[in-house]
Nanobody, 115 residues
Framework: QVQLVESGGGLVQPGGSLRLSCTAS????????MGWYRQAPGKERELVAQ???????NYADSVKGRFTISRDNAKNTLYLQMNNLSPEDTGVYYC?????????WGQGTQVTVSS
């Protein structure tokens, strides 16, 4: 059974930074791609950033230049470095790992940006 466990969320002031981590119970090289999604209250879940097994990345326009996705295959961990956070970044952040046949989700970690 594949498990993805997120950590690193919390309360941060506008302009601050957080780094999210997502640790997998399997070797993350098994995933064709991994990504971070977020869901704000009353809104649909949206893609924040994605990275393929070859290292190609893709970002939502709203986070370009502020967020960086990376992966450490040796640690089976996906990261999301978030800088210059704004209240609009508030939400539950989910990790996703996808193969050709299936997708797996973590339980989410709350990020709240507020003064």
């Amino acid at each position: 059974q594949v498990q993805l466990v997120e950590s690193g969320g919390g309360l941060v002031q506008p302009g601050g930074s957080l780094r999210l981590s997502c640790t997998a119970s399997i070797m993350i090289v098994s995933f064709d791609s991994m990504g971070w999604y977020r869901q704000a209250p009353g809104k649909e879940r949206e893609l924040v950033a994605q990275i393929t097994s070859r290292g190609a990345t893709n970002y939502a326009d709203s986070v370009k230049g502020r967020f960086t996705i990376s992966r450490d295959n040796a640690k089976n961990t996906l990261y999301l470095q978030m800088n210059n956070l704004s209240p609009e970044d508030t939400g539950v952040y989910y990790c996703r790992g996808s193969t050709y046949h299936a997708s797996f989700w973590g339980q989410g970690t709350q990020v709240t940006v507020s003064s």
